[in-house]
């Protein structure tokens, strides 16, 4: 929503610190509370960097915990409880790291939830703050053992375009009847179809990646207000509530979350998994160029009233992930 859009995150943290709310209190209904992702790294970077953590590991954690209770709004809980996440309101955990390898000890990545990763130097002093989803975390993992498996195709072969959903989901539908910037389903499809016929280059045999990435730039380009940007948010388009996927053949990745799964999304909470629109893209490969085919648009709600879900448990117990150079940056 334009008024929304035009907040600063101080004037949430000032609304946080009058609300009398702990970080324990859930933020359903009081969304307005809830700061997104670029916004809570704005506002802890601003307060944490520069900070002296030289104390014992147990002490550490304390104090790092009860400033960003004070860079946040929020009191500071006489004991913290030992509940996860650790910031339960805001959906986050911290974990202060000198080391390029960041340790989750005990339990799984979670994809919808935020992780502040803290970097110091080795004086013990605060030099950057990265807060990331746990969806693009587990994208970090190079070894594998951060293994996902939720895939599906069709269950029959894709040989015309397909709105499956007869429209949006009631949290989407209400968002727009509040003014929220999201084209009603059936006028999303409209634009979309217009990329069905067009072709590019062909960046190689190999290259299925680089293919969705071109197509994704394609789709940023028929919405005047989003620029392509590959950093493994999701959705692809937030400001659409949108997923793209391209399929040149059948069996389509879909990443941690089922697309039916209630969870709320890290950065989206007035909005589920299931609210977010999948646009799967079909295509072909000829004479060294990429034809866009066919489109199937579907709400996550009703993704696999068409697409067959593989069955599989997601393998999720990586407990060191190697953190990139540049992530701070």
């Given at each position: 929503?334009?008024?929304?859009?035009?907040?600063?995150?101080?004037?949430?943290?000032r609304a946080i610190r009058g609300s009398g709310l702990t970080i324990y209190d859930c933020l359903d209904s009081r969304p307005d509370l809830y700061l997104r992702t670029e916004e809570l790294q704005a506002v802890l970077s601003r307060k944490l960097v520069g900070l002296s953590l030289t104390y014992p590991l147990r002490t550490r954690?304390?104090?790092?915990?009860?400033?960003?209770?004070?860079?946040?709004?929020y009191p500071i809980p006489a004991t913290f409880k030992k509940v996860k996440p650790r910031f339960p309101g805001q959906d986050f955990d911290t974990y202060v790291q000198k080391a390029n390898n960041l340790q989750i000890w005990n339990e799984d990545v979670s994809p919808s939830r935020r992780y502040v990763v803290i970097r110091v130097d080795e004086s013990q002093v605060v030099t950057a703050v990265k807060v990331i989803s746990g969806e693009a975390l587990a994208l970090l993992d190079t070894t594998g053992t951060l293994?996902?498996?939720?895939?599906?195709?069709?269950a029959v072969p894709v040989t015309e375009s397909v709105l499956v959903s007869r429209g949006d989901t009631a949290a989407v539908k209400n968002a727009i009847a509040r003014g929220a910037?999201?084209?009603?389903?059936?006028?999303?499809?409209?634009?979309?179809s217009g990329l069905v016929g067009k072709s590019f280059?062909?960046?190689?045999?190999?290259?299925?990646?680089?293919?969705?990435?071109?197509?994704?730039?394609?789709?940023?380009k028929l919405f005047a207000e989003n620029s392509y940007h590959d950093s493994g948010q999701f959705p692809d388009m937030p400001d659409q509530l949108l997923e793209v996927k391209f399929q040149t053949s059948p069996t389509i990745d879909l990443g941690l979350i089922s697309p039916d799964s209630t969870e709320h999304l890290a950065d989206q909470p007035a909005y589920r998994?299931?609210?977010?629109?999948y646009a799967v893209f079909y295509g072909r490969i000829k004479d060294g160029s990429v034809m866009v085919d066919h489109l199937v648009?579907?709400?996550?709600?009703?993704?696999?009233?068409?697409?067959?879900?593989?069955?599989?448990?997601?393998?999720?117990?990586?407990i060191q992930i190697p953190l990139p150079k540049g992530f701070f940056a």
């Open positions: 929503m334009n008024s929304d859009r035009k907040r600063s995150a101080s004037s949430v943290v954690s304390k104090v790092m915990k009860s400033r960003v209770c004070e860079t946040l709004g293994t996902q498996k939720y895939q599906a195709k069709s910037k999201l084209l009603p389903l059936a006028d999303l499809c409209k634009a979309l280059h062909d960046p190689g045999v190999d290259q299925e990646r680089n293919r969705g990435s071109l197509v994704h730039q394609m789709v940023c998994h299931c609210d977010v629109r648009l579907s709400t996550g709600a009703d993704f696999f009233t068409f697409f067959r879900r593989f069955e599989g448990k997601v393998v999720n117990r990586k």
